[in-house]
């Protein structure tokens, strides 16, 4: 009976064991279940912290590369403005160049900010204040760019003015040459008649002085006996055919006298007689003197003289 009593409380004991060995072995496979989820929730939890990390440290130098660009963009423009008023070609290739370079930089930082809210997106994480940090980026770089191409028209604006007045002063200065061209002509015109006008003038105030002897004056072919024109005297005439090589040519505007160095002398030319006088010095008759010049050159621009030595 004692044996048989063991026996059962041997069996009982052996079972109680292995129930608990049973219901530890089932607590345990729980245990490494859960330790097992809880490791991959915290590897998860890792890989979105250094996701965030990363996104949080690619958008911070983001932004401040873009509110850098943004900061340098403002000043320049506020530069050019002043520098539109001055105006010239060199300082407008400046402004041409400086326009394209923040353009790109404008169209750099909002290609920035598309790709920063592409990662935001695909990332998963929600981080609130970046998305409004990039909301106020986006504002700022389209108010930036409205301003660039107010800029870009004011300058197209002048750059039309400029050349709208350049237009006028081409016509102008096409005037200017043309009215030139045309007082060259006239000035030209003018030149030739003056010249004409002078040659004229000369012509008509050109005249023949000769004085010789009676011999001399025939000798020199000055003087004929016979035939002869205008009815110059009654004895001596002077002929139709006269020897300038004879006759010394002046201009009667500037002649007054005529030296004749000689003892007696006489006009064979008609003149007025109150128009000129023969001038006496030392017993002899030294010159003849023009006293009225409009008279005496009226009906001769020839004047001879016949003298006796």
Do not use: C
């Not at 052996?14 to 060995?21: G, I, R």
């Not at 990662?119 to 986006?138: A, M, P, R, W």
């Not at 389209?142 to 107010?150: A, F, I, L, N, T």
């Not at 002077?238 to 002649?255: A, P, Y």
């Amino acid at each position: 009976m004692e044996t048989k009593v063991k026996t059962i409380v041997s069996w009982s004991t052996l079972a109680v064991l292995m129930l608990v060995v049973l219901i530890g072995g089932v607590m345990l496979v729980n245990d490494k279940n859960q330790i097992e989820m809880l490791n991959q929730q915290n590897r998860n939890l890792n890989a979105v912290i250094e996701t965030r990390d990363s996104l949080v440290n690619d958008m911070a130098g983001t932004f401040d590369e873009i509110e850098q660009n943004l900061t340098f963009i403002k000043e320049k423009r506020g530069q050019l403005v002043l520098a539109q008023k001055e105006g010239n070609k060199s300082r407008k290739e400046m402004l041409v160049a400086d326009i394209k370079r923040m353009n790109e930089m404008l169209a750099e930082s909002s290609k920035k900010i598309e790709e920063l809210e592409k990662k935001l997106k695909s990332s998963g994480v929600n981080i609130k204040s970046y998305k409004n940090k990039i909301e106020q980026l986006t504002k700022t770089i389209s108010e930036q760019d409205e301003s660039m191409k107010q800029l870009q028209a004011e300058l197209d604006q002048r750059d039309f003015t400029i050349a709208e007045k350049d237009m006028q002063l081409a016509k102008l200065n096409e005037d200017i040459l043309s009215k030139e061209d045309s007082l060259l002509k006239k000035s030209a015109i003018i030149a030739e008649k003056s010249q004409v006008i002078v040659e004229k003038d000369n012509e008509i105030n050109k005249a023949y002085f000769a004085a010789g002897t009676h011999r001399e004056l025939i000798e020199k072919g000055v003087l004929t006996k016979e035939g002869g024109f205008l009815g110059i005297g009654k004895n001596i005439s002077i002929k139709d055919d006269l020897n300038e090589r004879f006759f010394t040519q002046l201009d009667i505007r500037n002649t007054s006298q005529f030296p004749l160095n000689a003892k007696k002398a006489k006009l064979i030319t008609e003149h007025p007689a109150n128009s000129y006088k023969l001038v006496e010095e030392n017993d002899k008759i030294a010159y003849l003197e023009i006293e009225n010049p409009r008279e005496f050159w009226k009906l001769s621009k020839y004047v001879i003289v016949e003298t006796r030595k």
